[in-house]
C-alpha cells in the first residue's frame, strides 16, 4: 500500500532563515506530488505541484520553492522566511481524477 | 477562476441527527468530486469519492451529485459527537491533475 511521510511535524524558524520541508512516498512510482498550505483559520491554497522528476508548476507567486530531485521525493524551500508563512504546511500525492491523499503535514510558525 | 463554494457554517446538530453539508462548483467541465474529513491539527483525510450522478453510500456517509446543477453534497447520518470537524469539499476538473478545495465548513455534534 502507498504511505506518504512528512517532516518535520513541527517547526518554530525566525524570520529570514532558511526553510527546507520534506516529503516522501512510498508504494508507487511517478506519483503527481503536491504542497498545499493551510493558514489559520483558511483554506487549502494549492502552492506547488509536480507530475516529474524535475517537472515544477508554481501555483502562487512568492519566496517559496520546490523541487522533485527523485521520483517519489518533494521538497518545499526558502530561502528567507516572512512572517506571512507561518502555517500547516500538507504533501499530497494523487490526482489526475483520483483523490489527492495528504501526510501528516508540518506547522511551521515564523516568529 | 474555477470555484468550489461551501455552505458557510458553523453547523450544530444534535446527536443522531442527519447532518447536511452543501458544495457548488462552478466549472461544468468537472469530473470528481471529494469529500474530506479535518480534525483540528491534522490533515483531510478522504472519507468519500463520487464521479457520476446520484447518490453514492459508505456506512453512515452519503454523497449526492447533481452534475446539471453544479452541486454536491454530503449527507451524515446518526451523527456522532465523532464527526465533529472540518469537512472539505474538493473538485477535480480533469485539467492539470488539481484539485480545487472549498473553504470547509465546521460540523459540531452536541451529545
Known amino acids: 500500500s502507498q504511505t506518504i511521510h512528512q517532516w518535520p511535524a513541527t517547526l518554530v524558524q525566525p524570520v529570514g532563515s532558511p526553510l527546507s520541508l520534506e516529503c516522501t512516498v512510498e508504494?508507487?512510482?511517478?506519483?503527481?506530488l503536491y504542497w498545499y498550505r493551510q493558514a489559520a483559520g483558511r483554506g487549502l491554497q494549492l502552492l506547488f505541484y509536480?507530475?516529474?522528476?524535475?517537472?515544477i508548476s508554481s501555483e502562487v507567486p512568492q519566496n517559496l520553492s520546490a523541487s522533485r530531485p527523485q521520483d517519489r521525493q518533494f521538497i518545499l524551500s526558502s530561502k528567507k522566511l516572512l512572517l506571512s508563512d507561518s502555517g500547516f504546511y500538507l504533501c499530497?500525492?494523487?490526482?489526475?481524477?483520483?483523490?489527492?491523499?495528504f501526510g501528516n503535514g508540518t506547522r511551521l510558525t515564523v516568529t | 477562476q474555477k470555484e468550489v463554494e461551501q455552505n458557510s457554517g458553523p453547523l450544530s446538530v444534535p446527536e443522531g441527527a442527519i447532518a447536511s453539508l452543501n458544495c457548488t462548483y462552478s466549472?461544468?467541465?468537472?469530473?470528481?468530486f471529494f469529500w474530506y474529513r479535518q480534525y483540528s491539527g491534522k490533515s483531510p483525510e478522504l472519507i468519500m469519492s463520487?464521479?457520476?450522478?446520484g447518490d453514492k453510500e459508505d456506512g453512515r456517509f452519503t454523497a449526492q451529485l447533481n452534475k446539471a446543477s453544479q452541486y454536491v453534497s454530503l449527507l451524515i447520518r446518526d451523527s456522532q459527537p465523532s464527526d465533529s470537524a472540518t469537512y472539505l469539499c474538493?473538485?477535480?476538473?480533469?485539467?492539470?491533475?488539481?484539485?480545487?478545495f472549498g473553504k470547509g465548513i465546521t460540523l459540531s455534534v452536541r451529545p
Open positions: 499530497a500525492w494523487g490526482g489526475g481524477g483520483s483523490p489527492l491523499h
Open positions: 508504494g508507487t512510482s511517478n506519483p503527481n
Open positions: 509536480s507530475v516529474g522528476i524535475g517537472q
Open positions: 466549472d461544468r467541465g468537472s469530473q470528481s
Open positions: 463520487i464521479y457520476s450522478n
Open positions: 474538493a473538485v477535480d476538473t480533469g485539467a492539470n491533475s488539481k484539485l480545487t
